[in-house]
């Protein structure tokens, strides 16, 4: 089993910064992919960014210029910079990690995080 744990989250006035974690825990032996998805009220839930092995990354437009994804390989993490917040930023943001954990045979697993909410507002 893989476990996600978020922290970061909170109430911010626009123009404001956070910075998202989201360390990946378990019996882990490689990740493909890490991301950060949201959902708004009444909204689908939608990728805001993404990185791949070997470090490409894809952002939605929405977040190209303000947020920057990084993940730090050694501790299993990602992380989500969110720069000139705005109202229309609020949402719960989710992390979700890819990858292959131990088991016999070895299973690729995609776990979800438990989702940290980011208000925007003044």
């Known amino acids: 089993q893989v476990q996600l744990v978020e922290s970061g989250g909170g109430l911010v006035q626009p123009g404001g910064s956070l910075r998202l974690s989201c360390a990946a825990s378990g019996s882990i032996i490689s990740i493909n992919a890490m991301g950060w998805y949201r959902q708004a009220p009444g909204k689908q839930r939608e990728l805001v960014a993404a990185?791949?092995?070997?470090?490409?990354?894809h952002y939605a437009d929405s977040a190209k210029g303000r947020f920057t994804i990084s993940r730090d390989n050694a501790k299993n993490t990602v992380y989500l910079q969110t720069n000139s917040l705005k109202p229309e930023d609020t949402a719960v943001y989710y992390c979700?990690?890819?990858?292959?954990?131990?088991?016999?045979?070895?299973?690729?697993?995609?776990?979800w995080g438990q989702g940290t909410q980011v208000t925007v507002s003044s």
């Open positions: 979700n990690v890819d990858g292959v954990h131990w088991g016999s045979p070895l299973s690729p697993f995609s776990s």
């Open positions: 990185i791949i092995s070997g470090d490409s990354t």
